[in-house]
């Protein structure tokens, strides 16, 4: 089986993204059994956001080099980031990683095609939200995008920076993401895309009035299978 490399963001994502491979592989491999799997969490999500902040993605990159390059050194032979904003970054990187990167939004245009939607809405920080890395992986596909209105999308972004990324989950949050899948809802949208990390901990599957796009969790099946399919050829 090829060894999985997770360049880390934040804390809460990454977390999610490991555990998922570690809890769902049992089932396909046998108890307590996953592939190996290295996360490089060297970087800090601050040293990322002065990047981010300041709109220089070439700066996320580097950062993103050096994590992915660390993982290389301990044996990963593909890398995934669950981090949904810093893909906005990966034109800067994958020329030059010694290892090739499985594309977070792409695993979610294929998920939504193979689901038969059509109209997502998208849900993450201000920068994945105006950003291009859902509109040309869905775009491609011929799915349409539809994000919340600026008060919205500035909802969204404070909830995601001030609690989420701290492991806050906090009730009247979770009411306001609510009511922002409903809106999307409203405005045509079949399903959304919960395009950070973090959100599938406040927006859960059985609660939103759209079927829900895990991001993190998408990543980390598609890790997985490429992992096990690996281990077959």
Known sequence: MEHIGIVAGSAEGAALCYRTICLEAPAILGKYRHPRVTLDGSI??????????????????ALMLDSVRRL?????????CPDNTFHQALPYVTGASPIPWLHIAEVVAEEARQQGLRHLGVLGTRYLMEGPVYR??????????TVPDAEGRKTINRIIFEELVNGKVLEPSRVQCLEAVARLRDAGC??????????????LPEEAS?????????????ALRRALDSASR
């Not at 800090?44 to 990159?61: A, H, K, P, T």
């Not at 040309?136 to 995008?145: C, F, K, N, V, Y």
């Not at 079949?190 to 927006?203: N, R, S």
Request: proline share 3%.
């Open 136 to 145: 040309e992986s869905l775009g491609s596909r011929d799915i349409q995008m």
């Open 72 to 80: 290389h050194d301990a044996g990963a032979q593909f890398a995934i």
């Open 210 to 222: 759209l079927p829900t796009l895990d991001s993190t969790r998408l990543l980390a099946r598609a």
């Open 190 to 203: 079949d399903g959304v895309v919960l395009g950070c990390t973090e959100l599938p901990l406040i927006i």
């Open 44 to 61: 800090s999500l601050g040293e990322y956001m002065d990047f981010v902040d300041r709109d220089d993605w070439r700066g996320v990159g």
